[in-house]
């Protein structure tokens, strides 16, 4: 099993930024592809960002140029810094991975963190 901890969000007004964190525990051999992904009220889930070991980040189009994934390898932690944020930017933020576990490559999701621009 893995664990996805997040941490960081908050309440903040427009044109300011704020940093999400997820850190992962539990048993796995490596996590792969890392993820933000995000759901506002009445809305569908969306893919914010994501990162893998080898490739490039890829965005949403709503983020591009003010999101950035990043993560550190040794802590098994990654990051979402989120500048010029907008109050559409409001929802609950959701870590994800792949992670290789005994029991194959297995998706993960933290438990969310709630983001909420607006002056």
């Known amino acids: 099993q893995v664990q996805l901890v997040e941490s960081g969000g908050g309440l903040v007004q427009p044109g300011g930024s704020l940093r999400l964190s997820c850190a992962a525990s539990?048993?796995?051999?490596?996590?792969?592809?890392i993820g933000w992904d995000r759901q506002a009220p009445g809305k569908a889930r969306e893919l914010v960002a994501t990162l893998t070991n080898v490739g490039s980040p890829n965005y949403a189009d709503s983020v591009k140029g003010r999101f950035t994934i990043s993560r550190d390898i040794a802590k098994n932690t990654w990051y979402l810094q989120m500048n010029s944020l907008k109050p559409d930017d409001t929802a609950v933020y959701y870590c994800?991975?792949?992670?290789?576990?005994?029991?194959?490559?297995?998706?993960?999701w933290g438990q969310g963190t709630q983001v909420t621009v607006s002056s």
């Open positions: 994800n991975c792949n992670a290789r576990t005994r029991w194959g490559v297995v998706g993960y």
């Open positions: 539990g048993s796995f051999f490596s996590i792969n592809t």
